[in-house]
C-alpha cells in the first residue's frame, strides 16, 4: 500500500499558476506510474494527468499546453505544474498511485 500526500492547491485569479504536489511513501513507488485527476463539484472525478515510470506523460485534452506532470523517483514525489488557469479548472485534485489515492487538495480559479 502506498500512502499519498497532496499539498500545493489554494485559491488564484484566471490566468494564474498553481503548484502541486503529490508526496508518496513506499519504497517501490518509482515502477509505478501516477496520475492526477480532479472532482469539481457536481461532477465526476476525471483524468487530468498520468506519467509512467518511464516519464512518458499524457494529459487530458483540457489541459495539454498549460499543465506540465513530473516526477522525482528519489524524492518520492510527482509535481502537477497548472498554468493559465481558468475557472473551469476548479475542482478538488488527487493524485493516485497503484489504487491508492490521496485526500485531495483545493484548487480555486476565481476573479
Known amino acids: 500500500q502506498v500512502q499519498l500526500v497532496e499539498s500545493g492547491g489554494g485559491s488564484v485569479q484566471p490566468g494564474g499558476s498553481l503548484r502541486l504536489s503529490c508526496a508518496a511513501s513506499?519504497?517501490?513507488?518509482?515502477?509505478?506510474?501516477v496520475g492526477w485527476y480532479r472532482q469539481a463539484p457536481g461532477k465526476q472525478r476525471e483524468l487530468v494527468a498520468t506519467?509512467?515510470?518511464?516519464?512518458?506523460?499524457n494529459y487530458a485534452d483540457s489541459v495539454k499546453g498549460r499543465f506540465t506532470i513530473s516526477r522525482d523517483n528519489a524524492k518520492k514525489t510527482v509535481n502537477l505544474q497548472m498554468n493559465s488557469l481558468k475557472t473551469e479548472d476548479t475542482a478538488v485534485y488527487y493524485c493516485?498511485?497503484?489504487?491508492?489515492w490521496g485526500q485531495g487538495t483545493q484548487g480555486t480559479v476565481s476573479s
Open positions: 493516485t498511485v497503484a489504487a491508492d
Open positions: 506519467i509512467a515510470s518511464s516519464g512518458n506523460t
Open positions: 513506499g519504497s517501490i513507488f518509482s515502477i509505478y506510474g
